[in-house]
């Protein structure tokens, strides 16, 4: 069945950078768009970033210039790269196709504070 792993959250400063992964299992990668999705607190989840099948990119208005979408086809894993961190991206960080599909994974919790 789909699966995503998710890893490389922590705890971090602001203005600090954190890499997300995430494995993913049991659907055609390399033909899906997949995307990063968060859940701060208090708040519902919302798509950060989005990557298509050749690799094509968007972002929310609140990440652009700071977060960093891309993907390995050859290792089924999609990354997050987010410099410039600041409080209110603290949340649990998702990945999932684009459109998403009805399972997410475990997560993985950023947050940043001094």
């Known amino acids: 069945q789909v699966q995503f792993v998710e890893s490389g959250g922590g705890l971090v400063q602001p203005g600090g950078s954190l890499r997300l992964s995430c494995a993913a299992s049991?659907?055609?990668?390399?033909?899906?768009?997949m995307g990063w999705y968060r859940q701060g607190p208090g708040r519902q989840r919302e798509l950060v970033a989005r990557?298509?099948?050749?690799?094509?990119?968007n972002y929310a208005d609140s990440v652009k210039g700071r977060f960093t979408i891309s993907r390995d086809n050859a290792k089924n894993t999609v990354y997050l790269q987010m410099n410039s961190l600041k409080a209110e991206d603290t949340a649990v960080y998702y990945c999932?196709?684009?459109?998403?599909?009805?399972?997410w994974g475990q997560g993985t919790q950023v947050t940043v504070s001094s």
């Open positions: 049991g659907l055609a990668f390399r033909f899906s768009g």
């Open positions: 990557i298509t099948v050749t690799s094509s990119t």
């Open positions: 999932n196709g684009y459109p998403f599909l009805p399972v």
